[in-house]
């Protein structure tokens, strides 16, 4: 599984390749320079999913589980993600140490995810904006955005990198 930005060095040129999920491509980048510049001794995540073609238009029969089969359109369904276990997988360092859960939301187009943290190094809010903004115009440009604008999820249509840190929707939870 290859996560550009983030292990896209460990491809031996393979046939098939995995790209991992959108959310998995979202969270791996955040948690590699969190990890990176601070440590990551834990962490939750949870995705606020757009609607996919797997889900149902009206309530209906679902092999996964009662919730799936529920109409997409019409409610928002706690759901299980594989994400925070294949950051793990891309990043080896952090397997074991993320959870993490999803929400299936009706619209058409772009999700968030929201990711809690212990580090294993203090870090006050303005230094994880400094961090991933470094990033974002350096070793992760391209992959990883950075913004301080009044942004909502249609403002990410079109949007070319997998991931934006919106610096104005964290908050820190201790320093």
Known sequence: MIVMGVNQDTYAGEDVVSNASC???????????????????????????????????????????????????????????????????????????LTGMAFRVPTANVSVVDLTVNLKTAASYEAICAAMKEA??????????YTEDQVVSQDFIGEVQTSVFDAKAGVALTD
Do not use: Y
């Open 23 to 97: 959310t998995t491509n979202c969270l791996a980048p955040v948690a590699k320079v969190l990890n990176d510049k601070f440590g990551i001794e834990s962490g939750l995540m949870t995705t606020v999913h757009a609607t996919t073609a797997t889900q149902k238009t009206v309530d209906g029969p679902s092999a996964k589980d009662w919730r799936g089969g529920r109409g997409a359109s019409q409610n928002i369904i706690p759901s299980s993600t594989g994400a925070a276990k294949a950051v793990g997988v891309v990043l080896p360092e952090l397997n074991g140490l």
């Open 136 to 145: 974002s115009e350096g070793e992760l440009k391209g992959v990883l955005g």
